[in-house]
């Protein structure tokens, strides 16, 4: 069973309080982190906003949000009703003047309470934010600044808002969220690689032959066109989420659990990785944006139409890439995310080398390497492809066989989302699962070489049908190393 440890009591002040992801992610996981019993009663939840809302009104606004995005069943009223009581609201401009006399008055009837300043709000007022959170005498000891992705859209950007938001915060007190961090299986990558002797012997280029991360998604871009048109997979998916999966798969061990320890690793990966230019773009890359298509068997349109005009944005990027050290010379990982693919899909795949000899008639020999699947979404688990003998009579025969766990099945408890424990680890003052100034700049110091080489050849993305698994250059660019993608619909 789980073990609920209480935090600090704490004000969290929500910067974009009536915002889509305030909405979707923070409320409902503050509730369940208050549910639970984890959340002291002397905590607040402050949303912060330009809007001129009474307390009511941004209640009612938290009640709704909560019924859309927390399943009925959790939502008992009573329960629902003393953590609303706990919500406030301060009508604040965050970027200029107003409010912030008040939102000082409010935060000052707690003046011992953890302070984490959460940034829901467009990277562009960060910078502008901070600065007056420290004008009005807002930055202590006691509080943290949380900063959502994107963390600009290229180094230069990237640099520009680190240095903002740290001329006010030192590096301790900021918080980058990588939400994939929070997710409980890539949290168990680390216990899986660390904690298991079988595991850490093989993880070298002498066993594994190469590593497949896939992170597919059904959705289209769900309202968030104009932001979406401006970023595209590369920056949405693969510069944050994809990497950070990478780095902690191919990760050396840490000296702790120490925030820095695990940072200094990740870092070493993310500046190992080989950059890709003008001259290798087209063979190590793949561009894709949908068009019309189905995916769970309803029609959908493509991503132009969704957008209402032409764009060369991609929705879908597949790639390999190297990492140059010894561990992982001459191991592929080729990696791969999109929209309106066919599943909604997390996972690693570790497919190890093929047996180099083998005492079985070529006949009975599978031939099948072993293979490590682990799933991320949904269904955390997982699963170790081992040959196996087929039962019964017939001659001695191989088959692959999954070594299959589900953690859902395994612990039968709920999976918390990702931001119950990162919200819970900011206030903590753990940043253990948060992004480093310098990983983040690694990772863009890496992406903007990408993005460079496709600008240079500026060719359109290549369409794919929604609900399938993305352009058929894709397939190719595996297959021509003569590896095919792992494939395992539902
Ligand atoms: C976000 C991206 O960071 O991650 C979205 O901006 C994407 O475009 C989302 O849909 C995916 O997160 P999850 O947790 O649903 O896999």
Request: hydrophobic share 40%.
């Given at each position: 069973?789980?073990?609920?440890?209480?935090?600090?009591?704490?004000?969290?002040?929500?910067?974009?309080?009536?915002?889509?992801?305030?909405?979707?992610?923070?409320?409902?996981?503050?509730?369940?982190?208050?549910?639970?019993?984890?959340i002291p009663e002397t905590s607040r939840i402050i949303g912060a906003s330009r809007s001129e809302l009474s307390?009511?009104?941004?209640?009612?606004?938290?009640?709704?949000?909560?019924?859309?995005?927390?399943?009925?069943?959790?939502?008992?009223?009573?329960?629902?009703?003393?953590?609303?009581d706990h919500v406030d609201y301060v009508a604040v401009d965050g970027a200029g003047d107003s409010g912030w006399?008040?939102?000082?008055?409010?935060?000052?009837?707690?003046?011992?309470?953890?302070?984490?300043?959460?940034?829901?709000?467009?990277?562009?007022?960060?910078?502008?934010?901070?600065?007056?959170?420290?004008?009005?005498?807002?930055?202590?000891?006691?509080?943290?600044?949380?900063?959502?992705?994107?963390?600009?859209?290229?180094?230069?950007?990237?640099?520009?808002?680190?240095?903002?938001?740290?001329?006010?915060?030192?590096?301790?007190?900021?918080?980058?969220?990588?939400?994939?961090?929070?997710?409980?299986?890539?949290?168990?990558?680390?216990?899986?690689?660390?904690?298991?002797?079988?595991?850490?012997?093989?993880?070298?280029?002498?066993?594994?032959?190469?590593?497949?991360?896939?992170?597919?998604?059904?959705?289209?871009?769900?309202?968030?066109?104009?932001?979406?048109?401006?970023?595209?997979?590369?920056?949405?998916?693969?510069?944050?989420?994809?990497?950070?999966?990478?780095?902690?798969?191919?990760?050396?061990?840490?000296?702790?659990?120490?925030?820095?320890?695990?940072?200094?690793?990740?870092?070493?990966?993310?500046?190992?990785?080989?950059?890709?230019?003008?001259?290798?773009?087209?063979?190590?890359?793949?561009?894709?944006?949908?068009?019309?298509?189905?995916?769970?068997?309803?029609?959908?349109?493509?991503?132009?139409?969704?957008?209402?005009?032409?764009?060369?944005?991609?929705?879908?990027?597949?790639?390999?890439?190297?990492?140059?050290?010894?561990?992982?010379?001459?191991?592929?990982?080729?990696?791969?995310?999109?929209?309106?693919?066919?599943?909604?899909?997390?996972?690693?795949?570790?497919?190890?080398?093929?047996?180099?000899?083998?005492?079985?008639?070529?006949?009975?020999?599978?031939?099948?390497?072993?293979?490590?699947?682990?799933?991320?979404?949904?269904?955390?688990?997982?699963?170790?492809?081992?040959?196996?003998?087929?039962?019964?009579?017939?001659?001695?025969?191989?088959?692959?066989?999954?070594?299959?766990?589900?953690?859902?099945?395994?612990?039968?408890?709920?999976?918390?989302?990702?931001?119950?424990?990162?919200?819970?680890?900011?206030?903590?003052?753990?940043?253990?699962?948060?992004?480093?100034?310098?990983?983040?700049?690694?990772?863009?110091?890496?992406?903007?070489?990408?993005?460079?080489?496709?600008?240079?050849?500026?060719?359109?993305?290549?369409?794919?049908?929604?609900?399938?698994?993305?352009?058929?250059?894709?397939?190719?660019?595996?297959?021509?190393?003569?590896?095919?993608?792992?494939?395992?619909?539902?």
């Amino acid at each position: 069973m789980a073990t609920i440890i209480p935090v600090a009591s704490f004000d969290c002040v929500v910067f974009g309080a009536t915002g889509d992801l305030t909405a979707r992610k923070l409320l409902p996981a503050l509730f369940y982190r208050f549910r639970d019993g984890q959340i002291p009663e002397t905590s607040r939840i402050i949303g912060a906003s330009r809007s001129e809302l009474s307390l009511d009104a941004f209640r009612e606004h938290a009640r709704d949000a909560l019924k859309r995005f927390v399943p009925a069943a959790d939502l008992t009223d009573d329960v629902l009703g003393r953590f609303l009581d706990h919500v406030d609201y301060v009508a604040v401009d965050g970027a200029g003047d107003s409010g912030w006399t008040d939102l000082v008055a409010k935060l000052d009837e707690r003046p011992d309470q953890v302070r984490p300043y959460y940034l829901a709000t467009s990277p562009d007022l960060y910078g502008s934010i901070c600065r007056n959170l420290a004008a009005h005498g807002l930055v202590g000891e006691k509080s943290r600044v949380v900063l959502e992705k994107p963390i600009g859209k290229d180094l230069k950007s990237a640099r520009a808002i680190n240095d903002a938001v740290g001329e006010v915060f030192p590096e301790s007190q900021i918080f980058r969220i990588d939400h994939y961090l929070g997710k409980e299986t890539v949290q168990n990558l680390l216990s899986l690689r660390f904690a298991n002797t079988i595991f850490e012997r093989l993880w070298t280029s002498d066993v594994i032959d190469h590593v497949q991360i896939t992170v597919a998604e059904t959705v289209g871009v769900e309202g968030r066109a104009g932001y979406y048109d401006t970023s595209g997979a590369m920056r949405d998916m693969l510069q944050n989420h994809i990497l950070q999966l990478l780095c902690l798969t191919a990760m050396e061990s840490p000296l702790n659990l120490e925030a820095n320890s695990v940072r200094d690793e990740k870092l070493k990966v993310l500046r190992a990785l080989k950059p890709i230019t003008t001259h290798d773009i087209q063979s190590v890359t793949v561009r894709g944006q949908y068009v019309a298509g189905a995916v769970d068997g309803k029609p959908v349109e493509g991503y132009l139409a969704e957008l209402g005009h032409e764009s060369r944005t991609e929705t879908f990027v597949a790639m390999k890439v190297e990492i140059q050290s010894g561990r992982w010379a001459g191991v592929p990982f080729y990696l791969r995310t999109g929209k309106r693919l066919p599943q909604k899909l997390s996972e690693i795949v570790v497919q190890f080398r093929a047996s180099p000899f083998s005492i079985f008639p070529e006949e009975a020999f599978g031939r099948e390497p072993n293979r490590l699947v682990i799933r991320l979404q949904p269904q955390e688990g997982m699963k170790l492809e081992v040959m196996t003998k087929d039962p019964g009579p017939g001659g001695l025969r191989l088959r692959p066989t999954d070594l299959d766990i589900s953690f859902e099945e395994t612990f039968k408890q709920r999976y918390p989302d990702a931001y119950e424990r990162l919200l819970m680890d900011v206030v903590r003052g753990n940043a253990t699962l948060f992004m480093r100034r310098d990983e983040v700049e690694a990772a863009w110091a890496w992406a903007d070489g990408v993005l460079k080489a496709w600008a240079d050849r500026p060719e359109a993305p290549r369409p794919y049908p929604a609900g399938s698994w993305g352009p058929t250059a894709a397939i190719a660019l595996i297959e021509r190393d003569g590896r095919t993608w792992h494939e395992e619909l539902r």
